[in-house]
């Protein structure tokens, strides 16, 4: 009754790359607009303790989701008004973020830590229940986010690269001039990517909560915030290598747990290691036009144009 | 985070003065003060002193309880515990390991105040040390798992492979292999003490690979017991026994502490002012427990559970030699064993389990 190892491998990748894909995409259309947002971390936090507060209140997941979404999108704009209104440093305000998620998290967590929450319901269709090998995984029995990860990050791409209002906010990522001059306000179109970006990032918070793990912990998401960044950066800014990204890094967390699950003889240290090296290999291996990928005013703030 | 720490001590600071004042013209007889790394409502080894500690407040008349949180392992444990003192604490008790210095430091600078640290060391004049020893009392817990398990794998995640953990597993197996010689513990480290994203993820590759019973040794076994519940497999609990709520179905037993009958002894010197600081360490049956038995669990099983903990606590101890190691080798000769003093070096894994120490 062992699970391949491949079939291991990409249960495993799902389950762990949910809430990544999410956090990526959200981290993906903010820095399209040219907005480096370093407190995706916080913000992750905010939508995991959010989500699991109001899901524990209510009893209801649904509505813990609905609440991780408004909060993320809530954390962004005040990011947004530090950034674009007051046009401070995105790198310091990113931090200043981060650090505020950690704390408002926690606060809004505390008085929910041990709760027993119902977490969001998980499906598997009925043709696929009674395969013997999907039986001994977690293979297709998932919740919603789960289910429609893929899609969305296809919607997001449509949106960014197939719609006027895409074509604009990549305008605005590329040269906030330019923009401008073609009549398009980058303050309202960076408002509307942080909205969209915190939407999505609370999202990928709650899935920590609401059902990968059913509990919250103070700093639950364990760095994940900062993978999501680096995976923007490895996926050039496009949402369907997202999805490429989060496969590879979920896999190789899967990995080292599978590899022990199964009897592996090499060191739990050198195991702990390999979702970063497996990073590492593969931004050398993939290196090369990366800055060219880059959104041309990423991290600088418009001053309006004169 | 050091901000918000210091925040959330300050804020406790203030509460815990708004508290105690008004009650200035009764003073209480004596007022504990117990720091937690964590919260008190993790379903494990913080909530366990909680607990305790909230019925000695309850029990013994005139005895108050200042709690803090959450309070990291660093110079941030000293101003609290300096704050609690001045709140009037006669006792502090320092629940985590890693407040060992910040503890100590305290303890010199107020002799008249009692220490009880949850840890190892030397003891002082008002500086107590102890523990629960839970490596012997998992043997039970194995025999649990050897009785119930269908596929002969019994899961188990460990945060850091320190001697402690080691310990637990290599009990657990040589408990489940007394009653089931074809038993297997496959162990998965996940790297922290808290990650909980990734004890799910660890539980979940234990699960795929046919392990039926999974046990941990993690600071909150909360992540790990819904998770085996959610796919349907069997849980051994670890820290605290209240965590038999988050599974129903799957739940076998598990150990827990309990500190309360340590606690109010202490309280009681302390009052009586008849505190010294000592070594103390205890097994089963004092400061360790067994969890209740989940409705499922035969009675055959718990019989043969109940029997085995009743060796245990008379002093049964599975780290007797002749005992291989799981690479073949000879980890203990005939007649050598391993007491509660060297548990924390343990460096092999007892033949049978799976897994590589580094």
């Not at chain 1, 959010?50 to 990011?79: D, E, K």
């Not at chain 1, 074509?167 to 909205?195: I, M």
């Not at chain 1, 990968?212 to 103070?218: I, K, N, P, Q, S």
């Not at chain 2, 109940?306 to 060796?311: F, L, V, Y």
Request: a positive charge; hydrophobic letters at 50%; charged letters at 15%.
């Amino acid at each position: 009754m062992t699970t391949p190892l491949l079939l291991g491998l990409l249960a495993g990748a799902i389950l762990s790359g949910t809430s990544l894909l999410y956090a990526t995409l959200g981290e993906t259309i903010v820095e399209r607009s040219g907005i480096v947002n370093l407190g995706l971390e916080g913000l992750l936090l905010v939508g995991a303790s959010v989500g699991f507060a109001v899901a524990a209140i209510s009893g209801n997941p649904w509505l813990g989701l609905v609440a991780a979404a408004a909060a993320g999108a809530l954390v962004n704009l005040v990011f947004g008004w530090l950034v674009v209104t007051r046009k401070s440093n995105q790198l310091a305000g990113g931090l200043a973020m981060m650090f505020f998620g950690f704390g408002a998290s926690a606060l809004i967590g505390a008085p929910h830590v041990g709760a027993v929450i119902r977490g969001l319901p998980k499906w598997r269709p009925a043709w696929l229940a009674d395969v013997s090998w999907v039986q001994t995984t977690t293979l297709f029995k998932y919740d919603v986010l789960t289910w429609i990860a893929v899609p969305v990050a296809v919607l997001v791409w449509w949106v960014l690269f197939r719609t006027r209002w895409g074509l604009g906010l990549r305008a605005v990522g590329e040269n906030p001039n330019a923009a401008f001059a073609s009549g398009r306000d980058p303050a309202v179109f960076q408002y509307q990517a942080l909205c969209l970006g915190g939407v999505l990032g609370g999202l990928g918070g709650a899935h920590l909560s609401l059902s990968l793990t059913g509990t919250w912990a103070e700093y639950m998401t364990a760095g994940r915030g900062f993978i999501a960044i680096a995976l923007v950066i490895f996926s050039k800014w496009d949402p369907l290598r997202v999805i490429v990204g989060t496969l590879v890094f979920g896999g190789a967390e899967a990995l080292e747990l599978q590899l022990q699950a199964r009897g592996s003889l090499m060191s739990p240290f050198l195991l702990e290691m390999f979702p970063y090296l497996l990073t590492i290999a593969v931004l050398l291996a993939w290196g090369g036009s990366r800055r060219l990928a880059a959104p041309a005013s990423l991290g600088r703030t418009f001053y309006g144009s004169s | 985070m050091k901000e918000r720490v210091r925040f959330a001590a300050c804020a406790l600071m203030l509460l815990a003065g708004l508290a105690v004042r008004p009650s200035a013209a009764q003073e209480p007889r004596l007022v504990i003060g117990a720091v937690y790394v964590g919260s008190v409502n993790d379903y494990g080894y913080n909530r366990s002193f909680h607990d305790a500690l909230t019925q000695v407040a309850r029990d013994l008349p005139d005895v108050k309880l200042l709690e803090a949180e959450n309070v990291p392992e660093s110079a941030e444990a000293e101003s609290v515990m300096e704050g609690l003192v001045q709140q009037g604490a006669k006792l502090v008790i320092p629940t985590s390991f890693g407040y060992k210095d910040a503890a100590r430091k305290v303890a010199k600078r107020h002799r008249d105040v009692a220490f009880e640290f949850a840890g190892d060391g030397e003891p002082e004049s008002n500086f107590g040390v102890f523990f629960g020893q839970t490596q012997r009392a998992m043997y039970p817990m194995g025999v649990a798992a050897g009785k119930l398990t269908k596929t002969n794998k019994l899961g188990f995640v460990i945060g850091i492979p320190i001697g402690y953990s080691l310990g637990n597993v290599n009990a657990f197996q040589m408990g489940a292999a007394s009653v089931n010689p074809k038993v297997q513990t496959i162990v998965v480290v996940t790297g922290g003490w808290a990650d909980k994203a990734k004890e799910a993820a660890a539980a979940n590759a234990l699960l795929d690979q046919g392990c039926d019973v999974i046990s941990m040794h993690v600071d909150s076994p909360a992540t790990i017991i819904r998770t085996a519940e959610e796919r349907g497999a069997m849980s051994i609990g670890f820290q605290s026994i209240e965590a038999r709520a988050l599974a129903p179905k799957g739940w076998i037993t598990g150990l827990g502490f309990n500190w309360a009958p340590f606690f109010t002894e202490t309280a009681k010197k302390v009052i009586a002012g008849r505190f010294r600081g000592e070594a103390i360490y205890q097994g089963l049956g004092q400061m360790v427990v067994v969890a209740p038995f989940g409705d499922s669990v035969p009675a055959d099983v718990r019989a043969a559970v109940t029997k085995s903990a009743e060796d245990v606590r008379k002093g049964f101890n599975p780290f007797t030699g002749p005992l291989k190691d799981n690479r073949g080798g000879l980890a203990l000769p005939p007649g050598a064993s391993v007491g509660v003093d060297q548990m924390g070096s343990m460096n092999w894994y007892v033949e049978g389990v799976v897994g590589k120490v580094r």
